[in-house]
């Protein structure tokens, strides 16, 4: 329910942007891209876990992770007025249960994910004022600043190489001012370490691969 509300949530904000700069649309030309172009965005996230899970025996269960709403800057350099790389970086903060283990549901603290990314991109309409694009990359996620459950004595997560999938839509709104909603799936696995003061250590095979749903504005230079 978290991951279909906070799709809803980006969905309608997609359509305001998007619908507004329709309105605000009035260069008689839109500003088209060349080799060498840089573009700098600032987006709002919704990073939306979509958690698979091993526990180890006997504690079992699923693990959970809450959705987060961050901000985010990102980094467009086109080697071609089609192609260009892309680098994002944002971090976020996440709630981590452990549901349906032996003792219930267990609260096993936060984790905070820094998750650089970078992918190429294919820009199909580079001289147009709506300029959809696909990408493919890879990324690295750095878990830090973790935080015990009240029944746990340490917890510590792998960091991992992941790789992304992304497609996206810049706007022309005017000048060299774009608007931008933009999709990427991760897909991110960790192991999480777990030890408790009363019972034996645990580990979970954390299949993480978030949808990181975007929505910005971006200049060109």
């Known amino acids: 329910m978290a991951l279909q ?16 700069t329709g309105v605000q649309a009035a ?3 839109p500003a088209t891209f060349k080799a060498g172009d840089f573009m700098v965005r ?18 079992g269960g699923k693990v959970d992770i809450s959705n987060d709403f961050i901000p985010e800057v990102d980094f467009s350099y086109f080697v071609t007025p089609n192609f260009s790389l892309e680098l994002i970086a944002g971090t976020s ?3 981590v249960t ?9 609260h096993m603290g936060t984790v905070r994910l820094l998750p650089p990314t970078l992918t190429a991109q294919w820009h199909f309409l580079p001289n147009e004022r709506i300029n959809p694009y696909v990408g493919a990359g890879i990324n690295y996620t ?6 015990n459950g009240s029944q746990h004595s340490g917890i510590r997560y792998d960091d991992n190489f992941g790789y992304a999938l992304q497609a996206g839509v810049d706007v ?21 370490h777990v030890s408790a003061a009363k019972a034996i250590p645990t580990t979970a095979k954390v299949d993480i691969d978030p949808w990181i749903v975007g929505i910005g ?4 230079f």
């Open 142 to 147: 750095i878990f830090y600043d973790a935080k």
């Open 172 to 192: 022309n709104i005017t000048g060299n001012w774009y608007a931008n909603l933009d999709v990427k799936k991760i897909f991110l696995k960790t192991t999480a």
């Open 27 to 29: 260069d008689p030309a």
């Open 217 to 220: 504005i971006g200049y060109k």
């Open 98 to 106: 452990d549901k349906g283990s032996v003792v219930g549901d267990t």
């Open 42 to 59: 600032v987006r709002g996230l919704g990073v939306l876990p979509d958690v698979s899970s091993k526990v180890s025996a006997p504690v």
């Open 93 to 95: 903060r996440h709630s």
């Open 5 to 20: 509300s906070g799709f809803t949530k980006a969905a309608a904000l997609a359509v305001l942007l998007l619908g507004a």
